[in-house]
């Protein structure tokens, strides 16, 4: 056996090579079963030894930034254990595909909190999870002219108004829509009357009538 092939450089660039095309593998399923490959250029071990270079410590180990990413110089780094597992936690498997927390926010228009909590809310099943935030993504909402919008028609409306007027619409208007989509039931209907005409109405027309302040 030469001195390169048993260099601990040469057995990661092989277990790299073997666990993406070997199906024998019993982590095959793992990665070249989901379709992770090597990149043409690290065919070569030479072309892989020139730009990974030698692990920093043996504790460091051959690691993919994104895990659903292919072996290639972009997307791998040397990492201990402990930053791998923090990579990980990043992650989760949504509809069989292990994504980014980041990455799977971003196709469903949320933020990666909201994304967290709704998981959290549905005992950790990431499949309940999307389709749930699906459904509040594609929901059509009241607008103030009398349409039904979008999500983000109803948010970008929020951010036309002064931080006054948006203060008052969500304490009146949040608890039956919700910005996260969620609808509240079961609460009455408040009846007001506007300062200037004196006309009484529910509070979500008050909050769109043309002479009521959002402060009344």
């Not at 090579?17 to 090597?38: A, F, W």
Request: hydrophobic share 30%.
């Amino acid at each position: 056996m030469s001195k390169t092939s048993s260099s601990p450089l040469y057995k990661t660039w092989a277990s790299m090579k073997s666990r993406c095309s070997h199906t024998s593998q019993l982590i095959y399923p793992n990665y070249g079963g989901r379709g992770i490959r090597v990149c043409e250029r690290w065919q070569s071990f030479k072309n892989f030894r020139q730009d990974m270079g030698d692990k920093p410590t043996p504790q460091h180990s051959l690691d993919r930034i994104d895990v659903n990413g292919n072996y290639e110089p972009q997307n791998c780094r040397w990492a201990t254990r402990a930053e791998q597992m923090a990579n990980r936690q990043n992650t989760k498997v949504f509809e069989g595909v292990r994504r980014t927390m980041a990455d799977m926010a971003g196709s469903l228009n949320c933020s990666i909190g909201h994304l967290q909590s709704t998981i959290k809310e549905c005992g950790e099943d990431t499949d309940k999870a999307v389709e749930m935030l699906r459904s509040e993504r594609d929901r059509l909402y009241s607008l103030p002219d009398g349409r039904k919008g979008t999500l983000d028609e109803f948010r970008a409306f929020l951010d036309s108004l002064n931080e006054e007027q948006r203060n008052w619409v969500k304490a009146e208007v949040a608890s039956w829509h919700g910005l996260k989509g969620r609808k509240r039931g079961g609460r009455p209907v408040v009846v007001k009357q506007c300062p200037t005409c004196q006309k009484s109405m529910s509070s979500r027309e008050m909050w769109i009538h043309k002479c009521a302040s959002p402060s009344a």
